[in-house]
């Protein structure tokens, strides 16, 4: 083995070693989300929740920060339902549409 393959194999394992790393962090920070989530949905938001994790990430991640936001800012008291969630969605997903008027 040449000095450059050793070099090579130390920093794939370097490599390796940061990403394996990286999604143990992700993984603890997912659980704690959806600990959180546990404690301030009913099981109706939940599984509404669920359906837009599978559907738009994008979306999700979004409600879980807005709904984590709300509830440090106090403004959460018992469990949101479905019908609150709904609601919630609703305005995260609302685009604002641009009007071109031509003259």
């Known amino acids: 083995m040449t000095e450059l393959d050793e070099i090579k194999q130390r920093k794939m394992e370097e490599l390796k070693k940061k990403y394996e790393q990286q999604q143990e962090m992700e993984r603890r920070a997912e659980e ?34 807005a709904i984590i936001y709300l509830y440090k800012a106090g403004q959460i008291k ?15 997903a609302e685009r604002k549409e641009i009007k071109i008027k031509r003259k």
Do not use: P, T
């Open 32 to 65: 704690q989300m959806d600990s959180l989530m546990r404690q301030l949905l009913s099981e109706k938001a939940k599984a509404r929740l669920g359906n837009v994790r599978m559907v738009n990430k994008e979306l999700y991640f979004k409600a879980v920060q």
């Open 78 to 92: 018992g469990k949101l339902d479905g019908e609150q969630l709904k609601e919630l969605l609703k305005k995260l």
